[in-house]
């Protein structure tokens, strides 16, 4: 099964999840809406006049960019989410020939997309990065629609949050990131003490009868440090972490909180600019500035 079979199988509902009037009653968290709220004020402060995202979906988002005058244009490898996002386009007036059916892993469609479109003030990729396998070869993939001195917006899953998790998760990071270069016999050890101490058996897998949930598909989280470090490599300075996705509880024991009142303390937090969203957010962004040439 593949990660544009999952992408297909999610198209049709996509456009739920940013939508105002569904905040407080969406059973799922609209961690995206409060994305694309963050976003939107990145481009603003940039004062970005070209956008050019990997992975578009519904391109609900770049509609939504567009809509304050930014050119925009876009990819995607799931055939579903491009035909909803061409469509999305037209009907709001824009020119649906800008979304282009593409893997990003694939260095001839991209040099093609490239000669195409030209360079962009801002390139975006959220929520593609955990379905790649080489993370340098995929900054490089933005990169290459990035004009010198442009910005870059890179969505990743926060492999910090699992220190908050106290779950199957925690016990991976502690095994395979923080003690990676530990005596065997130690980390067997600590491994069979984290089986006590831990809920290792959650969270639940995600899963379809398709055999494509989101846990089933190639869905990695990124080290914020390692991942910053992959995007300086790359010619880039001014880098910045942005959190967003914050848990005012970790996620096994929020049921036993009201959820409205769970719901507003998330809410609540989104936005805080501080250290505390490395540990308490599931998710960040990285913006970094592409030096001059
Ligand atoms: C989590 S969704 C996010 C969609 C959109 N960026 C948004 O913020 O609403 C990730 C998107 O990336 C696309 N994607 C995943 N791997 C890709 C690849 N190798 N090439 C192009 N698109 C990809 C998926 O099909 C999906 O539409």
Redesign the pocket.
């Known amino acids: 099964m593949s ?2 079979s999952h ?1 297909d199988g999610s198209a049709s509902t996509y456009a739920g999840q940013y939508d105002a009037k569904k905040i407080w009653t969406n059973e799922e968290y609209p961690s ?1 809406y409060f994305r694309l709220e963050l976003v939107q004020r990145l481009l603003a402060s940039a004062d970005a006049t070209s956008v050019y ?5 519904d391109a ?2 770049l509609v939504r960019i567009a809509t304050t005058g930014i050119r925009v244009a876009g ?4 055939p579903e ?1 491009v035909r909803f996002a061409r469509s999305n386009m037209e009907s709001h007036g824009l020119d649906p020939s800008a979304i282009s059916l ?4 694939d260095e001839v469609a991209l040099q093609a997309e490239r000669e195409r479109v030209g360079t962009f003030d801002v390139v975006m990729a ?3 990065i955990p ?2 396998s080489d993370d340098a070869a995929f900054v490089s993939a933005m990169d290459g629609f990035l004009r010198p001195g442009g910005r870059l917006l890179l969505q990743f899953r926060n492999s910090m949050f699992s220190m908050f998790t106290f779950n199957r998760l925690t016990k991976e990071f502690i095994l395979d990131e923080l003690l990676t270069d530990v005596d065997q016999g130690i980390r067997d050890v600590v491994a069979a003490d984290l089986d006590a101490r831990l809920a290792v058996d959650k969270p639940p897998k995600r899963t379809r009868p398709t055999g494509d949930g989101y846990d089933e598909i190639l869905s990695r989280f990124h080290n914020p440090f390692e991942l910053a470090d992959v995007v300086r490599a790359h010619g880039y300075r001014d880098v910045h972490y942005h959190w967003y996705n914050y848990h005012p509880a970790y996620p096994m024991i929020s049921d036993q909180i009201d959820a409205t009142a769970y719901r507003k303390a998330q809410i609540d937090l989104e936005g805080d600019p501080s250290w505390r969203g490395m540990f308490l957010c599931s998710a960040g962004i990285i913006e970094a500035v592409k030096d001059d040439a």
Do not use: F
Not at 102 to 105: A, G, N, R
């Open positions: 990660v544009a992408y995206n995202e990997l992975g578009v979906g609900t988002p990819n995607d490898i799931s989410m593409l893997d990003v892993q959220m929520g593609v379905h790649v």
